[in-house]
């Protein structure tokens, strides 16, 4: 009797979080939030510079050779880095954006950054490109390391009705690509360079199958590889620099059965239609509820406020199913919608235009 129990809990758990499934609905809501640091307000028009043309050809075909880097290949990992930028930056409303079409000597393969470009520099490409401010990719270099051994893996046998899934032994193959680089942000009115920021990102690949040569055929290829992971780099610096669009999830509930309110205003949230479901849950307010139920409507009252946008309101309603029913994840959502009313004060810094 004693080896069933954690069976018997497992299954326990089990209903459990199908219960808890059934009692909520994840409701996903896309908001702009803040960039992770505040570019001053008159740069509005963006120039983007390429500048990791090698010092000297001769001497960066050397260094490709002996890192295993062909130059070409760091050329379109740079490129996909820029690219992502970007686009990155086109999807937020905080820059309009332009592309230098010049590519600038710099730093190519390098660890540290070049000397900064001279503002008399700076300036004429502002000119150039009636530009406020310079975002220059400054120093580029990435890896992809191989390795492999070798180790059991599952292999499928036989067809239809009579396959089979068996273990034999193989090669179980790992690629890891890595890129260092370096951005600065120049503001040629201040004369300040605003930003100076290293970013290391690394992904990691793996394939497997009977022979070393399959498995690194199905691994991917050190190009797409180091363009991938050079794209993550790109987007995590438009992030730094720009308000972006980011997912937030909440919870929505749906029972229990005693209030149907509940379920009424959660059928109206599924299409859309907020403003009914708040009056419906607000109606359901005006019945008998136990406390478990009146929290719930108080919760799913403030969620509906967040997202038709008055967070205000959001936070009343969630502090509401804490203080009057003792719900408390209210206590939890009421907190977070500070932490939300924070961003939204630093947002609007964010986007408030010079006169």
């Known amino acids: 009797m004693t080896k069933l129990k954690p069976f018997f809990l497992s299954l326990s758990l089990l209903v459990l979080l199908l219960w808890l499934g059934a009692c909520t609905k994840n409701i996903s809501m896309s908001r702009l939030m803040p960039a992770e640091i505040d570019v001053p307000n008159h740069v509005q028009r963006l120039l983007i510079v390429d500048r990791t043309a090698p010092q000297n050809e001769n001497l960066a075909v050397l260094e490709g050779l002996i890192s295993g880097e062909a130059p070409f290949e760091v050329r ?3 490129e996909a880095t820029i690219a992502t930028i970007q686009q990155e930056l086109n999807t937020s409303p905080r820059f309009e954006v332009i592309r230098a079409r010049e590519r600038l000597r710099g730093g190519l393969f390098a660890q540290t950054f070049p000397n900064p470009l001279t503002w008399p520099q700076i300036e004429a490409l502002c000119r150039e490109y009636n530009a406020d401010a310079v975002l220059a990719l400054e120093k580029f270099s990435s890896d992809f390391i191989v390795t492999d051994k070798r180790q059991l893996i599952k292999k499928k046998e036989g067809e239809g009705r009579n396959a089979r899934t068996v273990e034999v032994q193989g090669i179980y193959a790992e690629g890891i690509a890595s890129v260092q680089v370096g951005f600065r942000f120049y503001d040629p009115l201040t004369k300040n360079i605003a930003d100076q920021r290293d970013f290391e990102k690394t992904n990691l690949w793996s394939a497997e199958a009977e022979t070393r040569t399959q498995a690194l055929a199905l691994l991917i290829d050190k190009v ?6 050079g794209q993550v780099a790109g987007a995590s610096y438009a992030r730094r620099i720009a308000p ?34 708040i009056d419906v849950w607000e109606n359901g307010l005006n019945f008998p509820n136990r406390d478990k139920s009146g929290g719930r409507i108080c919760y799913n009252i403030a969620v509906g406020f967040e997202v038709l946008g008055d967070l205000e309101s959001a936070k009343y309603w969630a502090g509401k199913a804490y203080t009057d029913y003792g719900f408390k994840q209210g206590r939890t959502y009421s907190n977070q919608l500070n932490v939300r009313m924070s961003q939204e004060e630093r947002l609007r810094q964010q986007l408030s235009r010079e006169n």
Do not use: C, D
């Open 76 to 78: 379109n990992a740079v």
């Open 224 to 229: 797409k590889a180091t363009q991938y992971v």
């Open 244 to 277: 972006m669009y980011l997912s937030i999830n909440r919870t929505l509930y749906q029972k229990p059965k005693e209030n149907p309110a509940l379920a009424r205003g959660a059928r109206l949230a599924e299409v859309n239609r907020w403003e009914e479901a």
